[in-house]
């Protein structure tokens, strides 16, 4: 067996810490073996955990924006939320929801 695949098997399945992947080929072989042992459910809490980050992101910088920035940001979409087909949409009528809902239709 060749060193190469003496470290590989040597980590997989076990608790045994190596220094492998050093190298380009064991760094693909190592990306196989993780995809191959996880289940989907695993991809897929690994893709909400970078939703959530990126939302956590996000949302620390909008709390680091001046208060001007986010007051034309309100603005806009108010003004947004009674173009086009709402154009009859009364702006001191209309609920901050219904804004923001017609914000994420566009």
Known sequence: MSEFWRRVTAGYGSDEVTDWPRTRLERVVAYILSRSQHPSWFRSDVALKFRQIRENLIVATSRR??????????????????????????????????????????
């Open 65 to 106: 924006l001046p208060r001007s920035v986010a007051y034309w940001a309100a603005i806009r979409v108010g003004v947004h939320a009674t173009q086009g087909p709402h154009s009859g949409q009364n702006p001191s009528d209309l609920l901050f929801m219904d804004a923001l809902k017609r914000w994420n239709e566009r």
